[in-house]
């Protein structure tokens, strides 16, 4: 059973950063794309950034210059360092992956949990 499991969300003050983490477990034979979104309330997920296996990295406008994403792939893990953050950013962020569990398998997307990022003075 792959599962993705994130950590690092919290409250911080705007202008403030934030890490965020997200490692996959559970038997796989690859990850490919892995990435993040965030949804607000009243709104619908959006897409914050995501980065490929090759590490072609792709971010939302609204945090491009402040957001960055990375991964380690000997830890199965993704992560998103965030910088100059705005109250706009509070939401709840997704860790999200494209698995494929074996080989020959396509490649299934995942989701995590969610962490709560609040920011605010």
């Known amino acids: 059973q792959v599962q993705l499991v994130e950590s690092g969300g919290g409250l911080v003050e705007p202008g403030g950063s934030l890490r965020l983490s997200c490692a996959a477990s559970g038997s796989m034979f690859s990850i490919n794309t892995m990435g993040w979104y965030r949804q607000a309330p009243g709104k619908q997920r959006e897409l914050v950034a995501t980065?490929?296996?090759?590490?072609?990295?792709n971010y939302a406008a609204s945090v491009k210059g402040r957001f960055t994403v990375s991964r380690e792939d000997a830890k199965k893990t993704v992560y998103l360092q965030m910088g100059s953050l705005k109250p706009e950013d509070t939401a709840v962020y997704y860790c999200?992956?494209?698995?494929?569990?074996?080989?020959?398998?396509?490649?299934?997307?995942?989701w995590g949990q969610g962490t709560q990022v609040t920011v605010s003075s």
């Open positions: 999200n992956a494209w698995i494929a569990r074996y080989i020959g398998d396509r490649s299934r997307e995942y």
């Open positions: 980065i490929t296996r090759g590490g072609t990295t």
